[in-house]
């Protein structure tokens, strides 16, 4: 069989294969179906350091293709978090990744501190796609400057691994990538949701309460591959690619454009224990192809791909 372990800023891990934050409970909740030891890591939902009842209902609409979703980090909060959910999460052996939600630069680093202290978090993963009160409405993830100093902000503050959740809803992603690697980051999730709206004209109301969402599922891989292939030509940290996954072949995808593992979000609510198979299913194409490992694979299309690009 081919090896499928993965080394990830730092971390060891099984397989290649993560939860995409928010699709997955915090991991713990879906262990029956997706025993721990069958993916890499699970990322969590977004934690912020105070509880969060969410955006008003309709918060997800089932579309053609994929989800549209305003759920609006509801949470219990990091006290809650860190009291119950992460001993419970941490006693299945799972490799544990926190994403952290902030509405002020401050949070952010007040969130990583306290998770620093807990030996079950691996690594910390920065949802930058909160609305960023401190200097108006607009996300964490769309300037460049205000997305290093929040990870400046975390990396001060923890010495575990940090990765930044970045957003397609921006012109240039590899400059917000640089930024990002500037400030500390030692790998970056790529992609967040991608902004999108619904509408029922027999109603004439929109599908969600808060009209535009985060639109997400097998539709937006493209997007993800192009986000995930420009992110490989501004930095050398690893890429963890996210958006639309559904199979070994998309994982594989996914490596070809250079990314180092994957994240499988809204395929997770149609098949759940989908996941539990993946990382056979890539073992098994691997295998077909005489390739060693997802190393081999990683390395020789990427080049291809880069060869293809500078032509
Ligand atoms: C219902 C739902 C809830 C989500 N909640 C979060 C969240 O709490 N934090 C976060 O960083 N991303 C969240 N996301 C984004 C996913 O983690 C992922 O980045 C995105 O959906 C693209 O991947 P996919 O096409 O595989 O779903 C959520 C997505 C969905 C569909």
């Known amino acids: 069989m081919a090896n499928l372990r993965t080394v990830l800023a730092g971390l060891e891990l099984v397989n290649p294969i993560l939860s995409a934050s928010g699709t997955f409970g915090h991991g713990v909740e879906m262990r029956h179906m997706v025993p721990p030891g069958s993916l890499g890591a699970w990322v969590s939902k977004t934690v912020t350091l105070s509880p969060r009842g969410g955006n008003p209902m309709p918060r997800i609409h089932e579309t053609e293709a994929g989800f549209l979703n305003s759920i609006g980090l509801e949470n219990r909060g990091l006290d809650a978090y860190l009291a119950d959910t992460l001993p419970e999460a941490a006693a299945t052996h799972a490799v544990l990744i926190t994403n952290i939600g902030g509405h002020t630069e401050e949070e952010f680093a007040v969130a990583a501190a306290r998770l620093d202290e807990r030996d079950e978090v691996a690594a910390i993963e920065v949802n930058l796609s909160c609305p960023n009160v401190d200097g108006g409405k607009l996300p964490y993830s769309t300037d460049p400057a205000t997305a290093e100093r929040v990870m400046a902000g975390v990396r001060a503050a923890t010495s575990k691994p940090i990765l930044a ?34 509408v029922d004209w027999r109603r004439a109301r929109p599908r969600l309460a808060t009209v535009v969402g985060g639109y997400s599922g097998i539709a937006v ?54 996941l539990a198979r993946l990382g056979d299913e890539v073992s098994a194409l691997l295998d077909a192809e005489g390739l060693a ?18 032509a």
């Open 165 to 198: 959740k970045l957003s397609p809803n921006v012109t240039r992603i590899d400059e917000i990538a640089v930024a990002c690697a500037a400030g500390g980051a030692d790998g970056l999730t790529v992609m967040n949701t991608v902004l999108g709206m619904g």
């Open 221 to 274: 891989k493209p997007i993800a591959l192009r986000c995930c292939w420009q992110v490989r030509q501004a930095v050398e940290i690893p890429i963890v690619g996210c958006g639309g996954i559904a199979s070994a072949e998309d994982v594989l995808e996914f490596l070809a454009v250079g990314c180092t593992a994957v994240q499988v979000g809204t395929s997770n609510f149609s098949d759940p224990a989908r």
């Open 293 to 310: 490992g997802v190393d081999a694979v990683r390395d020789r299309l990427h080049h291809q791909l880069a060869a293809v690009h500078k």
